[in-house]
């Protein structure tokens, strides 16, 4: 069973920065895209970012771009999120999620991310 554990998440006043990271366990980590979702609070889960399984692809949401920055570090079975000149409507549950398909092109819809973290609260402060 994929387990994803996600942590870094705390509060930050709006132009501050943090780094979320997600540590996966229970298959190869390798060979499955990663993605970063999140959901604020009275509003859908949306996508905020996705990573290939090589790391030669990224992918933002438009809302983030030339912000947030998706890695993933292979050998430690971790992907990051780093978040830098956040705003307050960045607030929310950020989750990480797991890829169903081995070795996929780019990255997966929405639908097919088939592994969740539990999440973790990002909060910015105007």
């Known amino acids: 069973q994929v387990q994803l554990v996600e942590s870094g998440g705390g509060l930050v006043q709006a132009g501050g920065s943090l780094r979320l990271a997600c540590a996966a366990s229970g298959r190869t980590f390798s060979m499955y895209a990663m993605g970063w979702f999140r959901q604020a609070p009275g509003k859908e889960r949306e996508f905020v970012a996705a990573?290939?399984?090589?790391?030669?692809?990224?992918y933002y949401t438009d809302s983030v771009k030339g912000r947030f920055t998706i890695s993933r570090d292979n050998a430690k079975n971790t992907v990051y999120l780093q978040m830098n000149s956040l705003k307050p409507e960045d607030t929310a549950v950020y989750y990480c999620?797991?890829?169903?398909?081995?070795?996929?092109?780019?990255?997966?819809?929405?639908?097919?991310?088939?592994?969740w973290g539990q999440g973790t609260q990002v909060t910015v402060s105007s």
């Open positions: 999620a797991a890829d169903g398909r081995r070795l996929r092109i780019g990255a997966p819809p929405p639908s097919e991310y088939d592994y």
């Open positions: 990573i290939s399984w090589s790391g030669s692809s990224t």
